[in-house]
């Protein structure tokens, strides 16, 4: 099983583009089409990243905010040092831990432009317990997002299909003018995430 899995990453296209163009992780790809598609970063924005480690995404969106904006990791887990000066990494369980305050701290109290939720669960392999985490995530990502996006912000929000999301959707549209459903094409076939964006917070 390991000797099939390294075989598919050798294969994988984005793995090898992500190593070649010095991002972290393959997740770079997600934001970037993301950006393409929805403009939902733009040069000289405040990011947030919940769930940023490795980092491949806060990378990708440092890149595109330019040196004039700022990008804040979070993440449970430590991160590598960054060499993107405009990445500030904070090591938080969004679960647990207070994050709105920490986050005001490092933007001298103002709103953010994006947030964006790349946050998984650890999963066991039974879908309904794994889907149920995740959805956790992407509403405590949302209830995050309430207290630190401001008017006119942008949201892009990891989640599963399932029986929930319809309601997940529906809170989205309350918050925010555009709602929609985006499948990046680096995600790995065999995967059921999507993200959820939401453009012009209300």
């Known amino acids: 099983m390991p000797g099939r899995w390294l ?5 994988d296209y984005y793995r090898r583009r992500a190593r070649e163009e ?17 403009r939902l970063i733009r040069r ?19 890149r595109v905010v330019g040196p004039q904006g700022l990008v804040i990791a979070v993440d449970r887990r430590e991160f590598r040092s960054f060499e993107e000066s405009n990445i ?3 090591q938080l369980d969004i679960l647990e831990d207070e994050v709105i305050d920490p986050i005001l701290d490092i933007t001298g109290g103002k709103m953010v432009d994006v947030l964006v939720s ?27 997002a309430e207290g ?26 309350e918050m925010f003018g555009k ?7 680096s995600s790995r076939k065999t995967s059921s995430e999507l993200y959820l964006i939401g453009l012009g917070r209300l």
């Open 88 to 90: 500030v990494a904070l």
């Open 118 to 144: 790349d946050a998984s669960p650890r999963f066991i392999g039974v879908r309904d317990v794994d889907v149920a985490r995740q959805i956790e995530l992407t509403l405590r990502s949302m209830e995050i």
């Open 179 to 185: 709602v929609r459903r985006f499948i990046p094409r």
């Open 44 to 62: 000289g924005d405040i990011v947030v990243e919940l769930g940023a480690w490795p980092g491949g995404m806060s990378q990708a969106a440092s």
């Open 22 to 38: 010095g991002f972290r992780s393959r997740a770079a790809y997600k934001l970037l089409e993301a950006v393409e598609r929805f």
């Open 7 to 11: 075989a598919e990453a050798r294969r």
């Open 148 to 173: 630190i996006v401001r008017r006119g912000g942008n949201v892009m929000l990891k989640a599963f299909e399932c029986e929930d999301l319809r309601e997940v959707e529906a809170r989205l549209r």
